[in-house]
């Protein structure tokens, strides 16, 4: 089969494989539509996680199960399904104990383009397809069910770290589509005003139209300031969806004490992250602050599939540029590496 790889670091490019075999738990699937990620552009061209070679990208699809294993109950060739960007192992004991993306060691329940062959192909392999497939609800946008695999579950894992309440202020930093979804989820949780921060217009309108109450622009001076200004004090809760190692410390200076910062941001630079000691009460201001990747699975899946029906969310509005075709993987990713201006999310469909 063919399939979109990372050649090394700093090199795209497609090549030939072997289908991959299903085992007795798995799927194999054929995407209908995918995306390409931020992540995927941290792979390859930032060295995010250390070397690959000629392993194929991406991790977000919707798919059509073409095989499946002997021991998978609920799942038949034919179906069409969302594909969790994150597939667990989901009888391991970290998933037992709650953190199924961890299961296999810290961050291996990332599987596509990472310790295996991503969606970027003809065909691509599910571990544990009980646990980490879901099915099509009838009639779902494609680019909407796409989002499902990663922008829609990170952006409201963002909000469940914070542990966003209603009646919480809330500043969102970060206003690409993960953090979109984070502005989302924060009005849907409840939160009574958002400060959204970015500097695109079309992201900041969306942001809006998904329940930001302000835009801050950090390119117009500290949002620190701006936020703080405009909240008439600390914010109750924020979420870190983009942004850079200063980030952590404008996070903590614009947080009450006893207060919560989700981070759902990749950390990419330094070997350590900024925490300003003053603000955070010399160690004893309960200011706390939890990072993490999206949990994935079915259940996550369907529930988040569920909003959408139920007209609660639209992430079908993130996807701004559309192609068609597997070989259009690759002017997609690229288009996500140089993120132009109008850009917010590709969607690739298949013909
Ligand atoms: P984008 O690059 O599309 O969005 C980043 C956002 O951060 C933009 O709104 C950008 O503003 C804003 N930003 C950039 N610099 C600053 C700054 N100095 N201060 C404040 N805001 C800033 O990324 P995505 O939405 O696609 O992804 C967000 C992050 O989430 C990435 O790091 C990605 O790797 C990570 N991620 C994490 C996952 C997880 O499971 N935890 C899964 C998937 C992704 P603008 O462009 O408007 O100027
Ligand atoms: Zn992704």
Not at 209 to 226: F, K
Not at 230 to 237: A, F, I, S, Y
């Amino acid at each position: 089969m063919k399939g979109f790889a990372m050649l090394k670091i700093g090199e795209t490019g497609w090549i030939t494989k072997d289908t991959p075999e299903c085992g007795p738990l798995d799927a194999i699937c054929k995407p209908l539509a995918l995306a390409p990620c931020t992540s995927d552009v941290h792979t390859v061209w930032a060295g995010a996680i250390g070397d690959r070679h000629n392993m194929i990208l991406g991790h977000e699809a919707v798919g059509e199960v073409v095989e499946v294993g002997s021991l998978v109950k609920d799942f038949k060739v034919g179906d069409r399904v969302l594909v969790s960007a994150i597939t667990p192992d989901w009888n391991s004991l970290a998933a037992q104990e709650g953190y199924s993306m961890h299961s296999g060691g810290m961050l291996a329940g990332w599987k596509f383009s990472n310790f295996k062959d991503g969606v970027f192909a003809e065909y691509f392999h599910v571990n544990d397809a009980d646990g980490n497939l879901a099915l099509l609800p009838e009639g779902m946008d494609l680019g909407a069910a796409c989002m499902v695999s990663d922008m829609v579950p990170t952006g409201f894992h963002g909000a469940e770290l914070a542990d966003i309440q209603y009646g919480d202020n809330v500043a969102v930093i970060g206003i690409g589509p993960v953090g979109l979804m984070s502005v989302a989820a924060a009005a849907i949780r409840g939160a009574a005003n958002i400060y959204a921060v970015g500097s695109r217009k079309n992201c900041a309108d969306l942001a809006v139209e998904y329940g930001a109450t302000d835009i801050i622009n950090y390119r117009e001076g500290d949002i620190v300031e701006q936020i703080m200004d405009l909240n008439c004090g600390p914010v109750d809760k924020v979420i870190i969806a983009g942004g850079d190692n200063d980030t952590f410390d404008q996070a903590i200076r614009m947080l009450k004490a006893g207060g919560k910062i989700g981070n759902v941001n990749y950390l990419g630079e330094g070997d350590y992250v900024k925490i300003p000691r003053g603000e955070w009460g010399c160690g004893m201001g309960h200011k706390q602050i939890a990072g993490g990747l999206m949990p994935g699975g079915r259940l996550r899946s369907e529930k988040l599939a569920r909003l959408i029906v139920a007209n609660r969310i639209h992430p079908e509005k993130l996807i701004t540029h559309r192609f068609e075709g597997l070989e259009s993987v690759e002017p997609a990713l690229m288009l996500m590496k140089d993120k132009p201006k109008d850009l917010i999310k590709p969607l690739v469909v298949m013909e």
